[in-house]
């Protein structure tokens, strides 16, 4: 039975150790673990090359792995960052998406590496989550029509100002 709880592999070409030195520069709490090589004996990649690289973001275990062009990202996986106010929004946006990350729909984005982020105001999941269907509403519409979640303007729409 495991006991250390699990960690996340997340499947590279061979951008594995520029993703993790990327990640743990964005998050509070990170840190770059152990790197790995590729044997002599191993598949399709130089001996010596880096195979994986074990990294924490925000306390989170990560495996990243030169794996080879055959799997990308899609948006059917993604990583969900509750921030506490608009400051937080537009910091891990704005870092997230510099370096040619791609601007989605909802408060979705893509990075430079093609992984999906949900960029979250805590205080949307309240409004969205509010009794009163008719506020929650609103709000739910209001984010509909944004990329970067606007937090003052989603308030606006919940207040049905």
Known sequence: MATEGFTTCLWFDDQAEDAANFYASVFKNSRIGRITHYPEAGPSRPAGSVLTVEFEANGQKFVALNGGPEFKFTEAVSFLIDCE????????????????????????????????????????????????VEKAARAMQAMMKMSKLDIAALEKAYAGE
């Not at 998406?97 to 949307?124: A, M, T, Y």
Request: net charge negative; aromatic share 12%; proline share 6%.
């Open 85 to 132: 106010d608009q400051a937080e929004v537009d910091f891990y946006w704005d870092k997230l998406i510099e370096g040619g990350g791609e601007h989605g729909p909802c408060g979705w984005l893509k990075d430079k590496f093609g992984l999906s982020w949900q960029v979250n105001p805590i205080r949307l999941t309240e409004m969205i989550s509010d009794p009163d």
